[in-house]
C-alpha cells in the first residue's frame, strides 16, 4: 500500500509540474494550482517513501519492534550499508528538499529546476528489484527509471488537468488537453517500449518466448500495440470533439477516463508479468572469470573485423534518445515541406548521420566493448567529440524547430519556447564563452582518460551514460563558442583560433601522457584476463595514438569552421 502511495504522489510530485511547464502559463491560476500539487505531492511522497524503507527494514530483518538502541542500530545499518535501504534513505531526503522547494518557487526556471529535480528523485526507485539478479542487469535498471518516468508524467499530468478544470477557462481547457496528448502520446511509447524491453530482458534467448512468461511478453506486445493504435484514434476524436464544443464536460471526462484505462491496462500487463517468474538459465560451471568478477558478465570474443559490424550491447537511454531525435527532426523537415519551404538536405543528412553513430558508438561495437578494451573507449570518446557533435551542430535543429514550430502566442512555453530560452539563457552563454568552453573540455579530457574517474566511466552503465552526456553537453558548448553569436556578439577569429588551438594542445598533451604513463586502470584493464588482442600496455599506446588522430581531426574541423566563419 506505501508503494502504491509512493509512485501516486511521485507522479503528482513530478509529471504535474513538467506537464504544467508545457502547457499551461505561470500567471494563470492553473500554474499555481500545479505547485500546490507537486508541494502536496512531495510531502506525501516523503512520508510515504519514509514508510515503505520501513516497511522493506521490518520485511527483510524480521526485528523485534521496541525503542531500545539494538532496533535503532539495526535500523541505522540497513539504511546505510544495504543497497534497498540507501535507495529509500535517498529518496525520502530528495522528497522533503523539493517539498520545501515547490512551496518557494512560482517563477519559470526556479520550477523547470524543481520538475527536473522532481523527475530525477525517482531514479533511485529504479535502481532495486530483481533485475539486478539478471545477467543484463544494468540495461533492466535503464529500461525501469525510464518506465517509472514516462509512467509519472502520463498519471500526474491527467491528475492536474482534473484538478485544474474548475480554475481554467472551457476553451483554454480544450487547448491544455491538445497540448497533454502529444505528451501523452510520447509517455505511452516509452511505457510500452521500455516494459516491454525490461520484461524481454528476463528471456536471455529466443526461444524462451515458448515458456509461460514468454507468451506472456507476446501477448502484452500485441495487446499494448493494439490498444496504443485505437486509443490514439479514440483520443483524438474526443479532442475534436472537446475543440467544437469546449463546454461539453462528458468530453473530458470520457478522455480522462480513457487515459486511464490505457494506463490501467498497460499496468496490468506489467503486473501480469511481475508475477510470472522468468525462464530460469543453468547457472555456468566453474569459478567466474575476471571479466566476470569486474563487469558481471564474460569477457566478450575477440574482436575481429566482423565484430565491428555485429557486435551489439544496447544502451536503452540513448537508443531512445536517437530514436526520438530522428522522429522530431523528420517530423519538423516534413511539416516544412508541407508549407512550401525546402530544407537544406546536406543539414538533414548530417543530423541521421550523427545520430546513428551516436547510437552505434553507444550501443554497437564500441559499447560492446569500451569496458574491456582501453582504446576502444578512448576511440568512442574521440567520435562523439570530434564527429558527432559536430554532426548534430551542424543539423541546425534550433533553426529547424525556429521555423518548423507551431510557436506559441498565449504566453505558455512549447518545446522551441523552451529552446530558445535554453539557448539564450545566461549559463549556456557563461559556458559557451572561450575562457570557460575550452579550459572545461580540456579537464573532461584528463579525467576521462587518466583519473580515477576512468573505472567508473567504463565499468558502470550510468557512468557510461554520464560520459556520453557529458561529452554531448561540452562539446556542444563549445562548437557554440567557436561558431559565436549573431550581430556584434560574433566573436573574432583570433579568439576562434585560440580555441582551436586549445583544444588542439589539450588533446595531444592528453596523448602523450597516456603514451608515456604507467599502466592507467591497471587494477581493471589490466586485471581483466584478456588472451586475445594487443596487451593492455600496448593497448593504451595506442589509444594515445587514437587521441593524437582525433586532435589532428580537430585541428582540421576548427580550421574549417573559423576559415568559413571569416569568408562570410
Known amino acids: 500500500m506505501s508503494k502504491l502511495v509512493v509512485n501516486m504522489s511521485a507522479a503528482g510530485m513530478g509529471g504535474a509540474l513538467f506537464v504544467a511547464l508545457f502547457s499551461l502559463r505561470v500567471e494563470q491560476r492553473g500554474f499555481e494550482l500545479a505547485l500546490d500539487v507537486a508541494a502536496v505531492s512531495a510531502a506525501i511522497f516523503t512520508v510515504a517513501s519514509a514508510a515503505t524503507g520501513f516497511f522493506s527494514f521490518m520485511v527483510i530483518f524480521n526485528p523485534a519492534l521496541n525503542a531500545g538502541p539494538e532496533f535503532g542500530s539495526q535500523l541505522g545499518r540497513y539504511l546505510v550499508q544495504t543497497e534497498g535501504g540507501r535507495v529509500w534513505l535517498m529518496t525520502t531526503i530528495a522528497g522533503a528538499i523539493l517539498a520545501v522547494l515547490t512551496f518557494a518557487v512560482r517563477s ?3 520550477t523547470a529546476t524543481v520538475a527536473l529535480l522532481a523527475l530525477a528523485a525517482l531514479v533511485p526507485m529504479g535502481t532495486q528489484g530483481h533485475s539486478g539478479d539478471e545477467a543484463s542487469h544494468q540495461q533492466a535498471t535503464t529500461a525501469i527509471v525510464i518506465h517509472i518516468i514516462a509512467a509519472a508524467v502520463w498519471l ?15 476553451r483554454e481547457m480544450a487547448t491544455v488537453l491538445m497540448r497533454y496528448s502529444t505528451i501523452a502520446v510520447i509517455a505511452f511509447a516509452l511505457v510500452a ?5 525490461r520484461a524481454a530482458i528476463g528471456l536471455e534467448t529466443f526461444g524462451a518466448l515458448a515458456s509461460p512468461y514468454g507468451l506472456i511478453l507476446i501477448v502484452k506486445v500485441v495487446a499494448l500495440t493494439a490498444i496504443g493504435v485505437l486509443g490514439a484514434i479514440y483520443r483524438l476524436r474526443l479532442l475534436r470533439r472537446m475543440r467544437a464544443d469546449p463546454s461539453n464536460s462528458k468530453t473530458f471526462w470520457l478522455l480522462l477516463c480513457a487515459e486511464l484505462g490505457l494506463m490501467g491496462i498497460a499496468s496490468g500487463a ?22 566476470e568478477v569486474l563487469t558481471g558478465a564474460p569477457l566478450p570474443p575477440e574482436w575481429t573485423m566482423s565484430r565491428w559490424f555485429t557486435a551489439w ?6 537508443l531512445v534518445a536517437g530514436v526520438l531525435g530522428l522522429i522530431f527532426y523528420v517530423s519538423a523537415v516534413r511539416r516544412l515541406k508541407a508549407r512550401g519551404y525546402r530544407w537544406n538536405p546536406w543539414r538533414a543528412t548530417a543530423w541521421v548521420a550523427g545520430t546513428l553513430i551516436l547510437v552505434w558508438v553507444t550501443s554497437g561495437a564500441l559499447g560492446a566493448y569500451r569496458s574491456y578494451i582501453y582504446s576502444a573507449h578512448v576511440l568512442g570518446v574521440v567520435i562523439l567529440l570530434v564527429g558527432v557533435v559536430p ?12 521555423k518548423a514550430a507551431h510557436r506559441r502566442e498565449d504566453g505558455s512555453r ?8 535554453l539557448m539564450h539563457s545566461r549559463g549556456v552563454r557563461f ?6 568552453a575550452v579550459p572545461t573540455t580540456a579537464m573532461l579530457i584528463w579525467l576521462l582518460f587518466s583519473s580515477d574517474l576512468l573505472r567508473w566511466t567504463v565499468g558502470d552503465l550510468l557512468g557510461r551514460q554520464m560520459t556520453t552526456a557529458a561529452i554531448l553537453l561540452v562539446g556542444s558548448l563549445l562548437v557554440r563558442g567557436l561558431i559565436g553569436g549573431d550581430g556584434p556578439r560574433r566573436r573574432p577569429t583570433q579568439m576562434k583560433l585560440l580555441m582551436v588551438v586549445g583544444l588542439v594542445a589539450a588533446m595531444a598533451a592528453a596523448s602523450v601522457y597516456i603514451s608515456t604513463a604507467g599502466l592507467v586502470a591497471a587494477d581493471w584493464f589490466g586485471a581483466m584476463g584478456r588472451t586475445w588482442g594487443r596487451a593492455p600496455a600496448e593497448d593504451q599506446d595506442f589509444g594515445g595514438v587514437v587521441l593524437a588522430a582525433g586532435s589532428a581531426i580537430a585541428f582540421v574541423l576548427g580550421g574549417w569552421v573559423v576559415f568559413r566563419s571569416r569568408v562570410r
Not at 492536474?160 to 472551457?170: E, G, W, Y
Not at 508475477?275 to 569459478?287: D, V
Not at 554532426?391 to 525556429?402: D, F, M, Q, Y
Request: proline share 12%; hydrophobic share 50%.
Open 193 to 197: 517500449f521500455s516494459g516491454t524491453v
Open 313 to 318: 550491447s544496447p544502451d536503452l537511454l540513448w
Open 156 to 170: 500526474g499530468g491527467l491528475l492536474l488537468l482534473a484538478v485544474i478544470r474548475s480554475v481554467t477557462s472551457k
Open 108 to 110: 519559470w526556471g526556479g
Open 270 to 291: 506489467a503486473a501480469a508479468l511481475a508475477r510470472t517468474p522468468p525462464p530460469i538459465l543453468p547457472e555456468p560451471a566453474g569459478a567466474l572469470t575476471p571479466a
Open 414 to 421: 512549447g518545446g522551441y519556447e523552451w529552446a530558445q530560452v
Open 431 to 436: 559556458a559557451s564563452a572561450p575562457v570557460v
Open 391 to 402: 554532426l548534430l551542430a551542424a543539423g541546425a535543429p534550433i533553426e529547424l524547430a525556429r
